[in-house]
């Protein structure tokens, strides 16, 4: 009975080498995932700006039923929040909130065309025109 306790008490750890199988294992692990969750979030701040850009969408258009036409590129999408001296009926704000930055934390683009429509998008991550991924060109153009 001696002899058995004796060996119990042996056993209780873990020895070094399994230590480095399993380290070594969940290096294994991390360097085969890491790099795929690491792309996710280029993709998933592509689709916030997009969320983002339907939303302010939406708002427009709503103004621009309150005041017969879109905010002027000057106006900007702050006519969203503050009311313009040569709005005809502003029944804003129209955001709950402050008009959102894009997710790289740059100002959405907003300009009212020749043709009477308008133009709202970001530029992504490297903040020039073009690009694939992350850095692509995301809204109504």
């Known amino acids: 009975m001696k002899v058995a306790t004796q060996m119990k008490k042996k056993n209780k750890g873990f020895t070094l080498i399994e230590l480095l199988v399993v380290l070594v294992l969940i290096s294994l692990l991390a360097g085969l995932v890491g790099p795929s969750l690491f792309n996710k979030v280029g993709s998933s701040k592509t689709k916030v700006a997009e969320a983002q850009i339907e939303l302010l969408t939406s ?83």
């Open 59 to 141: 708002a427009i258009n709503t103004y621009r039923l309150d005041n017969g036409d879109f905010p002027t590129t000057q106006q900007g999408l702050q006519a969203l929040m503050t009311e313009p001296q040569d709005a005809l009926s502003w029944d804003g704000p129209y955001l709950s909130k402050e008009v959102p930055l894009d997710p790289w934390n740059k100002p959405y683009m907003y300009e009212l065309k020749d043709n009477g429509q308008f133009a709202l998008y970001t530029l992504g991550k490297d903040g020039k025109k073009g690009g694939e991924d992350e850095n692509q060109d995301v809204g109504k153009f």
